[in-house]
């Protein structure tokens, strides 16, 4: 997660899945475009250049309103995510790195790594299942809606790292609140494919 949250021009999140951030130097070049107002800062973070001081925002609200394209990336996250942290043969729910994906259709079977053949399943599942199709999983898979994947996601909890964000994001579980994510983070790589780039 990188530091600025950004909103659509309806001041709700660009993106749920993965969440709209950016960080800090994409955030002031976008302020600095025109394409987006300051909604909050952060207190004590200020940047400084030979001429410009400013505090860093900590929401931004862009200027047009961005369409979500509603397309949703085949990921290991975003499946299990789909079937809410749980295993599709036990229905037991596990922590993300108790998870992982398996083939409905084995792939020497010709089975594909896609959405209708690819279920979350616990390690065990996945041992006791190996290459064999006899288990099937509780619920038959299916390539999500980014508005389902987003409302599963709003259902878990998420860590932010500014209490202003908690207000734009519409969450229906737990917000934590952890400063130190920002700088954790802070070297993460911008995805690219977010819309309003």
Known sequence: MHGTLVLNADAQPVSIVPLSTVDWHDAVRIIYLGRAVVME?????????????????????????????????????NVILRDNYTC??????????ELTFDHVKPRRDGG???????????????QKKAHYAKMKPKKA??????????????RRPITVPN??????????SEVLIDESVVLKNSVEVLDENLPFF
């Open 41 to 77: 800062e952060y207190d004590l973070w200020v940047v400084r250049s030979p001429s410009v001081q400013m505090r860093m925002p900590s929401v931004i609200m862009l200027k047009e309103y961005q369409q979500h394209n509603g397309k949703v990336e085949f990921s290991r996250y």
């Open 163 to 172: 209490a202003f964000w908690e207000q734009y994001l519409g969450w229906k």
């Open 141 to 154: 898979p299916k390539q999500p809606s980014y508005w389902e994947l987003a409302e599963v996601r709003k």
């Open 112 to 126: 594909k790594t896609e959405w209708d053949n690819i279920v979350a399943a616990c390690y065990p599942c996945n």
């Open 88 to 97: 599709q043969y036990c229905k037991n729910k596990f922590p993300f790195k």
